[in-house]
């Protein structure tokens, strides 16, 4: 389970705000990208926060609702990078604008950033990659949470206005099912014509 050792320790070498960041949807062949900042509050616990992957669907609905109540005392933000801007500058690029864009869009300004993953480049403020941080910081946690609940919902409001693809069910994901309706009915406007699959697809149909 996650805990705060990685935050202790930022705070005992003079960083009191730090703010957690994670991303969920890099890997889906429609949607955007979205990513969550998060700064805890001082003696913040939880005893089932975890890494959003390792949550059901109804526990990390839950989770959400606890993190960004009115009085939870936690800063949050998150942020959304769309499909045709992850097409020009692709997904990698993509990932990190939204990272940027998440933790510039909190309410105070943290002195140092634990992001999942490796360090990003050119980010706005000091950072400390974490490989697998979703699984080691409560913070990071708290970021994966946000930001797989938020796209979630994204994705279910997608499925109101293009039904045909089961964005309600795979979010997006090349899901056999997926695959199966952009072959029936193509790429719709929120589909990544940059990944392979999507593209191979829409080229048949040219063809």
Known sequence: ?????????????????????DEAGRGPLAGPVVAAAVILPDGFRHDTL?????????????????????????HWAYAVVEADEIDRINILRATHLAMRRAV????????????DGRPVPDFPLPHRGLV???S????????SVIAKVER???????????PSYGFDRHKGYGT???????????PCP???????????????RRA
């Open 104 to 115: 510039e869009s909190l309410a105070v300004a943290p002195a140092m950033t634990l992001i």
């Open 50 to 74: 975890n890494d959003s992957k390792q949550l059901s669907a109804a526990r990390r609905e839950a989770i959400h609702a606890e993190l960004t109540a009115p009085g939870s005392g936690l």
């Open 1 to 21: 389970m996650p805990d705060l050792a990685h935050e202790d320790a930022l705070r005992a070498d003079g960083h009191r705000l730090i703010a957690g960041i």
């Open 176 to 186: 056999a099912a997926h695959l199966a309706a952009l072959r029936a009915h193509g």
């Open 190 to 204: 929120i589909h990544r014509r940059s990944f392979a699959p999507v593209d191979e697809i829409a080229g048949s």
């Open 152 to 162: 979630d919902r994204l994705m279910e409001a997608h499925h109101r206005t293009w």
């Open 136 to 143: 080691l910081s409560l913070s990071i946690a708290a970021a």
């Open 132 to 134: 697998k941080g979703d």
